[in-house]
T-cell receptor, first 112, second 112 residues
Framework: KAGVTQTPRYLIKTRGQQVTLSCSPISGHRSVSWYQQTPGQGLQFLFEYFSETQRNKGNFPGRFSGRQFSNSRSEMNVSTLELGDSALYLC???????????FGPGTRLTVL | DAKTTQPTSMDCAEGRAANLPCNHSTISGNEYVYWYRQIHSQGPQYIIHGLKNNETNEMASLIITEDRKSSTLILPHATLRDTAVYYCIVRVAPGSNYKLTFGKGTLLTVNP
């Protein structure tokens, strides 16, 4: 069974630009969550999607948005990039009511 | 979700048992204890979870005190590949909320 995949793995952008990251969950998983990891703040929850609906949201500004498609694949978008958005962005998927979440390898975003 | 307290770092000799403590004195009756680990530059990996009974799986054992205010994750025979940051998380069982709140975790270094 293929794991969670994230593309791209590495990305370099400049301030003011926008970026879209993609996550393909494990087949059959309908929940997809996104996390941001930085050295200073650690792992922080961004949002979770379930059956194309945002079900939970963390404390991030509106520049961070996401969506989920009918095949459960998810994208997150960050507009007007700031230097502080440089981070590892992790995606996790889970089946309904499952205890375990499976994380992808992450996308390393660098904002210059 | 209840707050957890873990030591910042621990060392363990290869082949010996690694015992990672976690304090969660404000845990509620319906909250579980979860453990995840993150090997450098990879996504977090689920290890084990428990409510009040001790649990064991192929990766580790989880010992929860009778008052549930603390727990210990035990890796019975630590290997170099177990070097990682270990996160103790307390939360209710997932139903409509898959958010995980990560703390700083414990950096476990397994030495040869």
């Amino acid at each position: 069974k293929a794991g969670v995949t994230q593309t791209p793995r590495y990305l370099i952008k400049t301030r003011g630009q926008q970026v879209t990251l993609s996550c393909s969950p494990i087949s059959g998983h309908r929940s997809v969550s996104w996390y941001q990891q930085t050295p200073g703040q650690g792992l922080q929850f961004l949002f979770e999607y379930f059956s194309e609906t945002q079900r939970n949201k963390g404390n991030f500004p509106g520049r961070f948005s996401g969506r989920q498609f009918s095949n459960s694949r998810s994208e997150m978008n960050v507009s007007t990039l700031e230097l502080g958005d440089s981070a590892l962005y992790l995606c996790a998927s889970s089946s309904s009511y499952a205890i375990e979440q499976f994380f992808g390898p992450g996308t390393r975003l660098t904002v210059l | 979700d209840a707050k957890t307290t873990q030591p910042t770092s621990m060392d363990c000799a290869e082949g010996r048992a690694a015992n990672l403590p976690c304090n969660h004195s404000t845990i509620s009756g319906n909250e579980y204890v979860y453990w995840y680990r993150q090997i450098h530059s990879q996504g977090p990996q689920y290890i084990i979870h428990g409510l009040k009974n001790n649990e064991t799986n192929e990766m580790a054992s989880l010992i929860i005190t009778e008052d549930r205010k603390s727990s210990t994750l035990i890796l019975p025979h630590a290997t170099l590949r177990d070097t990682a940051v270990y996160y103790c998380i307390v939360r209710v069982a997932p139903g409509s909320n898959y958010k995980l709140t990560f703390g700083k975790g414990t950096l476990l270094t397994v030495n040869p």
